[in-house]
Antibody, heavy 120, light 110 residues
């Protein structure tokens, strides 16, 4: 059974950093791209970014709203994807979901989400 | 990258059919057949309902169907049931290798 479990959320002050983790199980993690999607309280879904599998270079793409501040990485030996968030803003507050991206370009499995609150 | 445009709400009675539209541009919805749809119940993670415009994952009811014409994709729910009441989001791959979501549509079963 495919499972994605996010961790690392919490309360953080504006301008500070936070790292989220997504621990995967039930599939060959290294074979898949992984995406992060967030949802502000009471709002819709927003794609944050993704990381390709090593077979496709392990490169990343980001939404304009987070480019330069957020970094996605992966450790295939541990089946974990990371979202490093720097220079956090109040508008980054929301639930962050880890998703498995199946080819081509759809999110077939989602974690339960982890809440990030950016506030002073 | 602007969000795809969806109606804020759609409603229907049990047994009826409803259609949710998702309008993008020639750089996303119109450029590829990579539109997918997600259902989200309150407090829950989204669930994949349709991918590649019209394909249903295993386990998704055949009451859900998708289509596309030009820059607009659509999700149709036939024989509407109470359990279909949820938020629905479309998303598309874009020419910049990013993904873009629609603003979401709240489906109400009357």
């Amino acid at each position: 059974e495919v499972q994605l479990v996010e961790s690392g959320g919490g309360l953080v002050q504006p301008g500070r950093s936070l790292r989220l983790s997504c621990t995967a199980s039930g599939f060959t993690f290294g074979d898949y791209a992984m995406s992060w999607v967030r949802q502000a309280p009471g709002k819709g879904l927003e794609w944050v970014g993704f990381i390709r599998s090593k077979a496709y270079g392990g490169t990343t793409e980001y939404a304009a709203s987070v480019k330069g501040r957020f970094t996605i990485s992966r450790d295939d030996s541990k089946s974990i994807a990371y979202l490093q968030m720097n220079s956090l803003k109040t508008e980054d507050t929301g639930v962050y979901y880890c998703t498995r991206e199946n080819y081509p370009y759809h999110f077939d499995y989602w974690g339960q989400g982890t809440l990030v609150t950016v506030s002073s | 990258q602007s969000a795809l445009t969806q109606p804020a709400s759609v409603s229907g009675s049990p047994g009826q059919s409803i259609t949710i539209s998702c309008t993008g541009t020639s750089s996303d919805v119109g450029a590829y057949n990579y539109v997918s749809w997600y259902q989200q119940h309150p407090g829950k993670a989204p669930k994949l309902m349709i991918y590649d415009v019209s394909h249903r994952p295993s386990g998704v009811s055949n009451r859900f169907s998708g289509s596309k014409s030009g820059n607009t994709a659509s999700l149709t729910i036939s024989w509407l049931q109470a359990e279909d009441e949820a938020d629905y989001y479309c998303t598309s791959y874009s020419t910049t290798s990013t993904r873009v979501f629609g603003g979401g549509t709240k489906v109400t079963v009357l």
